[in-house]
């Protein structure tokens, strides 16, 4: 790259979040409409990084408790019976409950309240088929697994297929067929 | 007041990064990233209306079955009883608990109805020449119905709930569970095969439409 990066924002353009178009403010204003979508354009988020910190720190604080007192508690004829998510983990970890057991522990490590599935699809780390492709395989593994043994071979095989997507992925292969886009000729 | 269009349409500012490029034309199943960040930009989708289009009319047909028969039967003591999503959340709210009564009713029925009635009447839009104005409206505000329509976390929800109560009851599971199971693809299907450039790049823009 022989010119300095040119940002839309040097060049004094905004580029819209919901349809993509590219447009310039009127002189003299800071913000605007997109003329296409109608939605609302600005440089900059407001006061960002503040923000992220004050979210940051609350949610570090509310990560303790979450984790160290109980999240369910269950009465039943033969007693109360409360469990933090750790014990949850614990109580689904029999022969067959194990995989929705790897399914809901890194929920704990993580602090979201989703599934491993969720969560290596909001990071972006699995693709979505793969990542719902796992919550489906929970429910057929809870709801058939008395039906057959063959069932068990399911999450072992979404595992294969995830370890497969992720080295495709990694080795840069097929997604990237049409290569990177040109970079713009303006410099600033 | 809205920004000065520019000449060249191809422009786009990476939503990550903001640098500035130009699109190149893609093949279908062909995708452009940016050359600083690696963001992908644009992904050409293969005959992307006709198979959304095919792809929410399945969802709508597994949402109707999914909220109109039963989702789960509870067999205890000789004794049986079935309920739908709907009837789930009726309970809550009798129960006195409204806000998760509410909560349920909107991001299990609400939001993925939404999601999929949008998606049709954007995609139906579409097919004209000219989309009209209306159409960029449902466009620009379908992200946030995705984001709301949280039916695979119910699903979770409802297996972890199920194995707390197996001990005590025989669990039966209904035909709408599968239809949730089955509709969890199919919106993740949709969504995937949808190009939203394809149909932004023919609209009718907001500010003809506030000047008409």
Redesign the interface.
Known sequence: ?STP?????T?G???C??????????PG?DE????????E?SFRKSASIQRTWAFLVAAAICYVPANVLPV?T?I?ASGRDSDTIME?VV??WSPT?WP?SLI?LPVVHRGRA??T??IGLRTGFMS??IG??G??I??VL??AIGITPWVRLLFPLWILLLSLDTLVESLGGA??????????G?SG | MYNQPLSDAALVACPHCDLLQRLPELVPGASARCPRCDKELWRRREDSLERTLALALAAAVLCVVANFVPMLGLSAVGREAFTTVFGGAEQLWLDGRETVAGLVLFTAVVAPALQIGFMLAIVLGAHRERPPGWVATLLRHHPTTATWSMIEVMMLGVLVALIKIADYAKVIPGLALFALGALVFVLAAMQASFDPREVWDRIEWAEAVDRR
């Open positions: 790259m990066a040119a940002t839309a924002m060049l353009l905004q580029g979040h919901a349809c993509g178009l590219v447009s310039r403010p009127v204003a605007g409409s997109c003329p296409r979508c109608g939605d354009l369910l269950t039943t949850g109580l689904l409950g929705l809901v989703r599934s599935a969720t979505r088929w719902l492709s919550y489906a929970a429910v809870l709801l997604p990237r067929r049409g290569g990177p886009a040109e970079q713009c303006v």
